[in-house]
T-cell receptor, first 110, second 117 residues
Framework: AQSVTQPDIHITVSEGASLELRCNYS??????LFWYVQSPGQGLQLLLK??????LVQGIKGFEAEFKRSQSSFNLRKPSVHWSDAAEYFC????????FGAGTRLTVKP | DTAVSQTPKYLVTQMGNDKSIKCEQN?????MYWYKQDSKKFLKIMFS???????INETVPNRFSPKSPDKAHLNLHINSLELGDSAVYFC????????????????FGPGTRLLVL
């Protein structure tokens, strides 16, 4: 069955530390991949997306993600986390209809 | 300025009532969606409309009825509300491209937090 997995339910990092949020998908072909962020009480904001081409994509707010076909992964990274990055992060895959992962909640320690 | 807007932002109501949530987008998109986010933050698509026609209708109770008066609006009407309907409902929109729905980026509204008592 087609699925999107975010293995980490909750991650805590210190401000200034690097961050990697994991996302794995299970689809027959290469799907189209997205990362969204949801701040507390807010809607979803698109961080970045991958359709084709360069497997390292840059997004807003200093985020980037790398598509690795061999690992069926699309992990989100940021070299230095800011306190304002605390939020829920959703990986999504679009293969004619959008499927979201369960989300990873990011806590940032001072 | 708001690209995708929803009203109301919060909705508290009694079981058995009928309520509507409105969604409007000013992006000129021709496809709109409704998603439900449950208490565990899991997002699931409910409906998709393209040019006012229903495209996706996932397995949702028929108490939920979307209505699209024009391609900028997609409202969600819920009859006989139940406790399990408590959730955050997100509207989204995207623009058709020749690449198909998979390459269409969806833009989300701020959500409507529904609480059924």
């Amino acid at each position: 069955a087609q699925s999107v997995t975010q293995p980490d339910i909750h991650i805590t990092v210190s401000e200034g530390a690097s961050l990697e949020l994991r996302c794995n998908y299970s689809y027959g072909a290469t799907p189209y991949l997205f990362w969204y962020v949801q701040s507390p009480g807010q809607g979803l904001q698109l961080l970045l997306k991958y359709f084709s081409g360069d497997t390292l994509v840059q997004g807003i707010k200093g985020f980037e993600a790398e598509f690795k076909r061999s690992q069926s992964s699309f992990n989100l990274r940021k070299p230095s986390v800011h306190w304002s990055d605390a939020a829920e992060y959703f990986c999504a895959v679009n293969n004619n209809d959008m499927r979201f992962g369960a989300g990873t909640r990011l806590t940032v320690k001072p | 300025d708001t690209a995708v807007s929803q009203t109301p932002k919060y909705l508290v109501t009694q079981m058995g009532n009928d309520k509507s949530i409105k969604c409007e987008q000013n992006l000129g998109h021709d496809t709109m969606y409704w998603y439900k986010q449950d208490s565990k933050k899991f997002l699931k698509i409910m409906f998709s409309y393209n040019n006012k026609e229903l495209i996706i209708n996932e397995t949702v109770p028929n108490r939920f009825s979307p209505k699209s008066p024009d391609k900028a609006h997609l409202n969600l009407h819920i009859n006989s509300l139940e406790l399990g309907d408590s959730a955050v409902y997100f509207c989204a929109s995207s623009q058709y491209t020749s690449g198909g729905p998979s390459v269409e980026t969806q833009y989300f509204g701020p959500g409507t937090r529904l609480l059924v008592l």
